[in-house]
């Protein structure tokens, strides 16, 4: 997914874009830039700082500035709650988890880059199992017993469900299997990192009921999250945008941008600005 946050200069949220990356990672940076900049009826010049983060980061032609997700990740999760020590992200292409002092990234660990361990092993394993994404947590929370997933590679898992169907297993226990096996591997890597409280937990695997029970179980542990997981990491490049700017404007009494423009962004042959 692709996100824009968009705060005042109080650090007040005004507006949130969020849509799906896809292959063109550079059009879609304008195009939810301009949804977002709509919404509160601004101009991208309106803007005093932009931050862009995540691996796209790159292809966000108007940023001021690119800061890792790590660090972003960290400053948003501490701006809403201020008490976290530890975090951990599932997101589609990787699992992380994060030690967090004051809102600064202390150190971390992630998974490798087998899908397994992130919310890509879940995508794949629903369309197997016939289910959309978003309804795979509520369907876990309906299971009657554990079954357990021996295979955490993607492509063995998907055999393995199949195996499971076939023996006349109930899809909510097989789902329930999946989130477990899932939160097993992520709970394996927050305990390699260690863990303190608060805990909190982000990212798109946070939306899902079934995968925050698991975690909670594998870890034996309270876990917060956020209203609006998916928007952790674009809330920290937003105010570390604006601390960006203050310091600027401190040291110098004022801030040297570089032009913005918003290009040209042609979705299905049909173009938007």
Not at 174 to 195: D, E, W
Request: net charge positive; hydrophobic share 45%; charged share 25%.
């Amino acid at each position: 997914m692709t996100k824009v946050a968009l705060i005042d200069k109080s650090s007040n949220l005004i507006s949130t874009v969020k849509g799906p990356t896809g292959p063109e990672h550079r059009q879609l940076a304008n195009e939810v830039m301009r949804q977002a900049l709509e919404k509160v009826s601004l101009q991208i010049d309106d803007i005093s700082c932009i931050v862009a983060t995540g691996y796209g980061r790159v292809n966000v032609p108007f940023a001021d500035r690119q800061i890792t997700e790590l660090s972003c990740h960290a400053r948003g999760v501490f701006s809403i709650f201020p008490n976290v020590r530890t975090a951990i992200d599932i997101g589609g292409q990787d699992a992380k988890c994060m030690k967090i002092d004051n809102g600064r990234l202390i150190s971390f660990v992630m998974n490798d880059k087998c899908a397994a361990g992130t919310g890509r092993f879940l995508e794949v394993t629903a369309a197997t199992l016939g289910v959309k994404l978003e309804d795979m947590g509520d369907i876990s929370l309906k299971a009657t017993k554990r079954i357990q997933i021996s295979n955490l590679c993607t492509i063995f898992a998907q055999q393995e469900v199949v195996a499971l169907l076939s023996h006349g297993e109930r899809l909510e226990d097989i789902v329930a299997g999946l989130h477990n096996a899932l939160a097993s591997r992520i709970a394996a890597l927050a305990q390699r990192l260690g863990i303190e409280p608060d805990l909190v937990l982000t990212g798109g695997g946070a939306k899902n009921t079934g995968m925050v029970r698991a975690v909670k179980e594998s870890l034996g542990r309270e876990l917060l999250v956020p209203e609006e997981p998916l928007l952790t990491g674009a809330l920290g490049a937003a105010i570390l945008a604006g601390e960006t700017y203050m310091k600027a404007v401190a040291a110098s009494g004022a801030f040297s941008a570089k032009p913005r423009r918003l290009e040209k962004a042609t979705f299905f042959g049909r173009e938007h600005r």
